[in-house]
């Protein structure tokens, strides 16, 4: 490119994308910041009004305590109840998902029926009619004080995953307009830099061919080949992709379908691993709040592995929770040192329950047939957990 007006302009587009990648990093950037601190306002707001509900609870039981100053529990009562009130109104303004003020509206409306019950408890504590005000406060006073803390734990869940859906959009908007801006770039860099020309009025080099006899057929050798450079280079060799057994895989689903033990999982697990030519497979379901996941089986590790695991929250930063989080099949390619993974959502017609882990060999991770496998195996599966609410009435009715 020697044209001087041609490349005044290729810099000025340079500059310009730059200028715009820079400019819509920055604002996501702020933007960001701004998300970040009104989470972390709203976080410790709904942490004070959760601790106030809880003060609340137990100034009011103080009503009918033995030796207590009665008229000082009603002025702290009261005085809790206000501050709680302002807080909920503050948490209201702060939240930005629908969920969330409608959390926060049925906190408002728990409490209102609180300081009606609260009326009425004081009016039988001061009339010493002991009994009707117990009754009040610790059937009535418990379950509304238990209504309005729930609630607020859900605006809380509801407005951090709203939050944390949009600082994800803003950090792949930055990433975006920084490859964006790299690539117009490289584009503009490689157009600017001179090309060698060959030198005119000189005559390359002809190859010689020796004539060939009156008759014979036109044939040129393999050296007369070489000389004008007509041997094609080899096409460098694709790596084959990975052929699963699907027979296999229909055939382990049926078996996994046909479980009525548990104690039959290990051995199904050691199929599917053997299918998927995995190192090692991970179970994980979610507790009934789905805060978090645990590990029920392991297979290809340890069978200590299971305990030191531990846990994972809901919001890691991983593709197990991002599994469970979005209920989509994650990947974590692997390299010299460590292997791939995938992880594989089991969901349910209630939602996602868990997660299948697998840790994969030689690169298995980049193969479409595995990825399929993989998430047909964690289907079926998913068949056999429970939804957390149906393992929560169980784990209840069997206490």
Known sequence: MTSLSVRVALVVVCLAAGSAAGFLIWTSEQQTRGHAS?????????????????????AQQAYVASGQGT????????????????????????????????????????????DQMDRRARDFARGRQLTAASDLIFGDGFDLTKKAGDAVDRAVN????DRNGVLSFLKR???????????VFAIVLALLVPVAREPRGELLPQPSIAPRAQGSRSQLSSEDLDDLRLIAAPA???????????????????????????????????????????????????????RELAPILVHGYPPTLATRL???????????????????????KGDSVSNGAIAAPLVSATGCV??????????????????????????????????????????EAAG
């Open 236 to 290: 460098p060799a694709k790596p084959a992709p990975k052929r699963v057994n699907l027979d296999g895989v229909a055939q382990l689903c049926t078996d996994l379908a046909k479980v009525a033990d548990t104690r039959a999982l290990p051995a199904i697990l050691e199929r599917a691993s053997g299918l998927l030519d995995a190192a090692g497979l991970v179970v994980w379901i979610a507790d009934p709040d789905g």
């Open 158 to 161: 509801a407005e951090l995953a």
């Open 354 to 395: 868990g997660v299948l882990a697998v840790e994969m060999k030689d690169g298995g991770e980049k193969h479409d047939q595995l990825l399929s496998a993989a998430a047909i195996v964690a289907s079926q599966l998913a068949t056999l957990v429970g939804p957390p609410s149906a393992r929560a009435g169980r784990t």
């Open 310 to 332: 531990g846990t994972i929250p809901r919001d890691a930063t991983n593709v197990t929770a991002s599994a469970y989080r979005t209920g989509l099949l994650q990947t974590m």
């Open 38 to 58: 009104a989470v972390q306002h709203f976080s410790s707001t709904a942490y004070s009004a959760r601790t106030a509900v809880s003060d609340l609870r137990g």
């Open 71 to 114: 008229d000082f529990w009603y002025a702290r009562v009261a005085a809790i109840s206000k501050e709680l009130h302002d807080e909920l109104g503050t948490l209201k303004s702060l939240a930005s998902a629908p969920d969330a003020s409608i959390a926060l509206d049925e906190a408002a409306g728990a409490l209102q029926d609180f």
């Open 173 to 183: 908007r930055e990433a975006y307009a920084l490859a964006g801006g790299s690539a």
